[in-house]
Nanobody
Framework: QVQLAESGGGLVQAGGSLRLSCAASGLTFATSTLGWFRQAPGKEREFVAGISWDSAGSIIYSDAVKGRFTISRDNTKNMVYLQMNRLEPEDTAVYYC?????????????????WGQGTQVTVSS
């Protein structure tokens, strides 16, 4: 059974930083594509960042977070991270870790098979 467990959310002031972590189990982590999505109240789930497993370490970001957020993975620990800097009130949302087996870097939530329960990030102005 695949499980993804997020941690690291919280309340932070605008301009601050947070680091989200996601612990994965039950999937072949080293050859899985991982990603982060977020969902604000009343809005659809939105792509944030994704990272593949190939040697090039392909990464994609949404335009909203490019230059502020950094996704990374540690295949020795089955962990994926999202470093969030220069946070803005518009970043307030529940953040979800997601994954799928194989190489398929996508911004569509329907292309991912596994989801965590989410962690709340609140940015105050």
């Amino acid at each position: 059974q695949v499980q993804l467990a997020e941690s690291g959310g919280g309340l932070v002031q605008a301009g601050g930083s947070l680091r989200l972590s996601c612990a994965a189990s039950g999937l072949t982590f080293a050859t899985s594509t991982l990603g982060w999505f977020r969902q604000a109240p009343g809005k659809e789930r939105e792509f944030v960042a994704g990272i593949s497993w190939d040697s090039a370490g392909s990464i994609i970001y949404s335009d909203a977070v490019k230059g502020r957020f950094t996704i990374s993975r540690d295949n020795t620990k089955n962990m994926v991270y999202l470093q969030m800097n220069r946070l803005e009130p518009e970043d307030t949302a529940v953040y979800y870790c997601t994954g799928r087996e194989g190489w398929f870097l996508s911004q569509l939530p329907t292309h991912y098979d596994y989801w965590g329960q989410g962690t709340q990030v609140t940015v105050s102005s």
